[in-house]
Nanobody, 119 residues
Framework: VQLQASGGGSVQAGGSLRLSCAASGRTLSSYVMGWFRQAPGKEREFVAAIRWSGYSTYYADSVKGRFTISRDTAKNTVYLQMNSLKPEDTAVYYC?????????????WGQGTLVTVSS
């Protein structure tokens, strides 16, 4: 699976950004698609995930109510809509694809896209 993330940028606190992750190379029906982020000096952390088949979504507590993950199966693309951004959301965001049941033990990773939120 090849993953291409885009959509990062700089925004002021309270603003919005939408990240995109275009997937190719494999049928994704048995995969979970996710977004992770890594802030400077911190470990990579889970942000949100969605099953490619179906509508189950999962969110980290820190982003619930502010971020929305979705996917467009026709475009093979996963999105992360980020609203009410906070400076603590500043990080490099990575998209990932993981076979269902693998619990993110060894997912496919896309390249990161930087999100910077200024106060």
């Amino acid at each position: 699976v090849q993953l291409q993330a885009s959509g990062g940028g700089s925004v002021q606190a309270g603003g919005s950004l939408r990240l995109s992750c275009a997937a190719s190379g494999r049928t994704l029906s048995s995969y979970v698609m996710g977004w992770f982020r890594q802030a400077p000096g911190k470990e990579r952390e889970f942000v949100a995930a969605i099953r490619w088949s179906g509508y189950s979504t999962y969110y980290a507590d820190s982003v619930k109510g502010r971020f929305t993950i979705s996917r467009d199966t026709a475009k093979n693309t996963v999105y992360l809509q980020m609203n009410s951004l906070k400076p603590e959301d500043t990080a490099v965001y990575y998209c990932a694809a993981d076979p269902i049941g693998n619990s993110w033990s060894n997912p496919y990773w896309g390249q990161g896209t930087l999100v910077t939120v200024s106060s």
